[in-house]
């Protein structure tokens, strides 16, 4: 069965400062992967999505992410991290052509300091 | 576009009370989904509803119900509310078999 392994529940950075958020899944075959920030109070908002192609996709907000094959991984970068871009972050798996069986990430929160 | 939409934003009822969510899709969406979100659980799926039918549930109790409507907006409803049902649940909605799904700011319901 597919999961995702978001390893860690909080993470700390300072302003300006570089940030990784690590997401691992397992899965039969190649699945759409994504990435969803939520922010206090508020629904999920698509970061970025990765299903075929470049291994490293653009998304919006200076967010970018790599596909890994090998590590079945999908690690969220960012090169400077703003204030407002302390939220909760969800990685998401998916299989291809349907998304009723759509596995998130338990989240990782993410603070950022002056 | 406007966004997903959906009410109320917060609602607050008792053990053995029922309850309806609303969610409206983005305009031109045939597919809407509704997840389930809690401190302890996380995001768990629950249905989606595609021009008026289930294609699929999750792993959660017939109390748990919904449909939706020929102009492609759903209800969500709870019947029997438990303590444990108290989340915030989101409906997402979705073009085509695309994957990328819209969320709604959700519905915080508290069971007290």
């Known amino acids: 069965a597919q999961s995702v392994t978001q390893p860690d529940i909080h993470i700390t950075v300072s302003e300006g400062a570089s940030l990784e958020l690590r997401c691992n899944y397992s899965?039969?075959?190649?699945?759409?992967l994504f990435w969803y920030v939520q922010s206090p109070g508020q629904g999920l908002q698509l970061l970025l999505k990765?299903?075929?192609?470049?291994?490293l996709v653009q998304g919006i907000k200076g967010f970018e992410a790599e596909f890994k094959r090998s590590q079945s991984s999908f690690n969220l970068r960012k090169p400077s991290v703003h204030w407002s871009d302390a939220a909760e972050y969800f990685c998401?798996?998916?299989?291809?052509?349907?998304?009723?069986?759509?596995?998130f990430g338990a989240g990782t929160r993410l603070t950022v300091k002056p | 576009k406007a966004g997903v939409t959906q009410t109320p934003r917060y609602l607050i009822k008792t053990r053995g009370q029922q309850v309806t969510l609303s969610c409206s899709p983005i305009?031109?969406?045939?597919?809407v989904s509704w997840y389930q979100q809690t401190p302890g659980q996380g995001l768990q799926f629950l249905f989606e509803?595609?021009?008026?039918?289930?294609?699929n549930k999750g792993n959660f109790p017939g109390r748990f119900s919904g449909r939706q409507f020929s102009n492609s907006r759903s209800e969500m409803n709870v019947s029997t509310l438990e303590l444990g049902d108290s989340a915030l649940y989101l409906c997402?909605?979705?073009?085509?078999?695309?994957?990328?799904?819209?969320f709604g700011p959700g519905t915080r319901l508290t069971v007290l």
């Open positions: 899965y039969g075959a190649t699945p759409y």
């Open positions: 509803y595609f021009s008026e039918t289930q294609r």
């Open positions: 998401a798996v998916g299989p291809p052509y349907n998304n009723n069986d759509m596995r």
């Open positions: 990765y299903f075929s192609g470049d291994t």
């Open positions: 305009s031109g969406h045939r597919s």
């Open positions: 997402a909605s979705e073009e085509g078999p695309t994957n990328e799904q819209f």
